[in-house]
């Protein structure tokens, strides 16, 4: 098991920041990809951002590319997603979640990934 713990998440008026943080409990947190995906009531869950095991590698979004920035700190087994710029329609459920696999065509997939934390709420008012 990787328990994932997410924090971060609240209320913040458009244009402002957040940090979210993804919290791994294990000692091979630091050998998955981690993902952040979000959902939106009454709407898919979908990428956001996702970091390779190392940290060398980052895929995002095009909905959030140039305003979100994701990376991890394996010594603290944490994953951290910075969002700037926020939009009101970034307004959903942030959820983390850790996988084996590698490469761009399975990080954006909910599907491939083996561990989810159980979210943290960003609430966007325009």
């Known amino acids: 098991q990787v328990p994932l713990v997410e924090s971060g998440g609240g209320l913040v008026q458009a244009g402002g920041s957040l940090r979210l943080s993804c919290a791994g409990s294990?000692?091979?947190?630091?050998?998955?990809?981690t993902g952040w995906f979000r959902q939106a009531p009454g709407k898919e869950r979908e990428f956001v951002a996702a970091v390779s095991w190392s940290g060398e590698d980052t895929y995002y979004a095009d909905s959030v590319k140039g305003r979100f920035t994701i990376s991890r700190d394996n010594d603290k087994n944490t994953v951290y997603l910075h969002l700037n710029g926020l939009k009101p329609e970034d307004t959903a459920v942030y959820y983390c979640?850790?996988?084996?696999?590698?490469?761009?065509?399975?990080?954006?997939?909910?599907?491939?990934?083996?561990?989810w934390g159980q979210g943290t709420q960003v609430t966007v008012s325009s």
């Open positions: 979640a850790a996988t084996y696999c590698s490469g761009y065509g399975c990080y954006r997939v909910p599907r491939e990934y083996d561990y």
């Open positions: 294990a000692r091979t947190f630091s050998s998955y990809a």
